[in-house]
């Protein structure tokens, strides 16, 4: 029988984030399972044990249904595992390419404000009126007398 999640594919981020988010709440679902299906079979072999004459029978099966349920268990917290690192793998990725990609904006948004003050700067140069004449302040000792000289070339 087919889960759900099997069923469809994901196709863009979101739907694969909730793909991602049910393949993990299955196997947590399934390790609790798992966990009471070992008081399940623990209790069971506690009466069979206390209720049968066949004692060593009872523990050697027992000792079997435990070292595969030990198996299922650690096999189950691998899984578990795997899929928490894929998904922490996964979100350092994006968290890398996001950061590269603001690093990216942020040069372009350097470039374009240096080329902007550039501009700016260029403009304003060019709209600043350069004086006519050049003023000189002569200060002998005596009054301060202002000499206007002619054009200067600039």
């Known amino acids: 029988m087919e889960t759900l999640t099997s069923i469809h594919r994901p196709s863009n981020y979101d739907e694969m984030s909730m793909h991602q988010s049910l393949l993990f709440a299955e ?3 399934d390790l609790k399972n798992l966990r009471s299906q070992l008081y399940s079979a623990a209790e069971y072999f506690e009466l069979s044990y206390t209720n049968d004459d066949q004692k060593q029978i009872v523990v050697d099966t027992l000792k079997d249904y435990a070292i595969k349920a030990l198996v299922n268990t650690v ?8 899929k928490v690192n894929d998904l922490l793998d996964e979100k350092v990725e994006e968290v890398s390419d996001t950061e590269f990609r603001v690093s990216c904006i942020e040069q372009r948004l350097r470039t374009c404000q240096e080329y902007i003050d550039r501009e700016g700067m260029a403009q304003q140069s060019s ?19 202002l000499f206007l000289f002619s054009r200067c070339l600039i």
């Not at 709209?127 to 007398?145: A, D, E, S, W």
């Open 127 to 145: 709209v600043i009126n350069t004086p006519r004449y050049h003023k000189r302040y002569v200060l002998p000792g005596k009054k301060m007398i």
């Open 27 to 29: 196997s947590l679902k």
């Open 75 to 82: 096999d189950h917290l691998g899984s578990v595992t795997y």
